[in-house]
């Protein structure tokens, strides 16, 4: 009887014994929720609570992303314009410094970003030992193309890009994810992109003039090279570099990064910026970043086909409405818009911009010698006189070798895009709409006109890889097991 009424009786959390059902008698542990107390944290190795120690590798990241805001150089500091420092530049110093003196002790990165660090180093490596075999080995080849010790200075150049791109993704791959973080680089990728579209929409309807971005660059073309354009010209570029290209391809992977940090990836509101970024990349007059963003859309927007009408249906009528208030009469806005039309007619040679000039020189010059179809004439030989088509341009310089081994780097961060990138796999379509616009000119390619493009890229990869398989939230602690 007496047992029965002590079964009866309720007993409050933590207040005392528990009887098990044999009615022995069984005591809370002191730690467990029952007692009244909380668990005692337990670390996990997928995300420490502390963070303090890869501190600094998340904010060279985040600074990198910060120096998108304006890429031109802030001083004439160097032996030529092409060295001409920027804030990117200086970021990379940092994450030098970062690799050489915290390499031992930062955590290792998840597989997948792990492959694309050694990727990023693995062509560093490549590039080099193509210009000290060839270039110097077989000082021929350089001769043959008429660059000599010109395409020597180019090829260092183009090997520094490399090694500040790898250091730069080496950070990247090796801080811890958290929503926090990710949240934080959301924030500064929102600032950059929309400082870059103000820059360009302010120069081309002339609230600025291009000068205005870069009153510390001499207006000397023999002094400033490229650089002086941003003095003599009525074209504007933004803050990013003298190459329309550069400029739009900028904003491009930009909007394709703050969709993939967004928490609203799935939104109607990641339809209404690539639309934005549409308009502000038909103001930088580049047809190739035009092509690639209209291309871009397209895949994204056939994922949800509703959304892509619904949001065409209330963009269309206010262009219309909105190019007469602009001044759809002006001269320059309808030579943009000429210009910008030959998209439509990619097979008229007119539209080329003397391209298949370019490229029927360089076939020519290749074909004169078949042996460097294997290696090249080695990493540097074109000396700035670009090809304006990848394909061909690495052709000439690494060879079928180098073709060879960048495209099996693309095929492996596509596959590990492709399968592990959730959402509407933001980075990894534009990845693929990138690749029209490598037959008009060198985009993933480490060349000056344009800049920290392919750093930028890489850093879009790995975060978005990152998002995917690392922990974004430290999991809760679970209660002791009892004995």
């Not at 308009?279 to 859309?297: D, P």
């Not at 670009?386 to 099996?408: D, K, N, R, T």
């Amino acid at each position: 009887m007496a047992h029965d009424q002590l079964n009866s009786v309720p007993r409050i959390a933590g207040s005392g014994p528990a009887l098990s059902m044999h009615g022995t008698t069984r005591f809370a542990q002191p730690h467990s929720p029952r007692f009244g107390h909380s668990p005692a944290p337990r670390k996990s190795s997928g995300a420490p609570r502390t963070q303090s120690g890869d501190s600094p590798l998340f904010c060279v990241v985040w600074w990198y992303l910060a120096s998108q805001c304006y890429l031109l150089p802030f001083a004439m500091l160097g032996p030529n314009w092409a060295l001409w420092p920027n804030a990117a530049d200086l970021v990379c110093g940092c994450a030098g410094l970062m690799f050489l003196l915290r390499r031992r002790s930062n955590p290792g990165p998840p597989a997948p970003v792990e492959a694309v660090r050694r990727w990023a180093w693995a062509m560093a490596v490549l590039a080099g030992a193509s210009l000290v075999f060839v270039g110097w080995a077989l000082p021929t080849a350089f001769t043959h193309l008429g660059a000599d010790g010109e395409a020597l200075e180019f090829g260092c150049f183009q090997i520094y890009r490399l090694i500040q791109f790898a250091v730069i993704v080496d950070c990247a791959s090796r801080f811890r994810w958290n929503n926090e973080r990710r949240r934080s680089l959301h924030r500064i990728t929102t600032i950059a992109l929309v400082v870059n579209c103000a820059a360009i929409v302010a120069t081309f309807f002339k609230v600025v003039s291009p000068a205005f971005y870069a009153p510390q660059l001499t207006a000397d073309p023999n002094v400033g090279g490229p650089w002086a354009f941003y003095h003599w010209t009525t074209d504007g570029w933004g803050v990013v570099g003298y190459s329309h290209a550069y400029t739009s391809m900028e904003v491009f992977m930009l909007t394709a990064l703050w969709i993939a940090l967004s928490d609203q990836r799935q939104s109607e509101y990641v339809y209404l910026i690539v639309s934005a970024s549409t308009v502000v990349i038909l103001f930088s007059r580049s047809r190739a970043g035009l092509a690639t963003i209209v291309l871009y859309a397209a895949f994204l927007w056939l994922q949800r086909p509703v959304v892509a009408v619904i949001v065409g249906c209330l963009l269309i009528p206010l262009m219309v409405v909105a190019l007469p208030l602009l001044g759809s009469s002006s001269e320059e806005l309808q030579d943009m818009l000429q210009r910008q039309s030959g998209v439509l007619d990619a097979t008229n040679t007119e539209n080329l911009s003397g391209r298949d000039e370019i490229w029927q020189r360089w076939l020519a010059e290749i074909q004169e010698k078949p042996q460097q179809w294997l290696l090249g004439a080695g990493f540097g030989a074109t000396s700035g006189d670009s090809a304006h088509m990848q394909p061909l341009h690495m052709l000439i310089e690494v060879g079928l070798l180098g073709v060879f081994c960048f495209a099996a780097m693309l095929y492996q961060i596509l596959c590990s895009l492709s399968f592990r990138e959730a959402g509407p796999k933001p980075i990894f379509w534009a990845l693929l709409a990138i690749f029209p616009s490598l037959m008009t000119q060198e985009t993933l390619y480490p060349v000056h006109a344009l800049g920290h493009f392919c750093g930028l890229t890489l850093i879009a990869i790995v975060l978005s890889l990152h998002r995917t398989v690392a922990p974004s939230v430290i999991p809760a602690p679970q209660p002791m097991q009892r004995r």
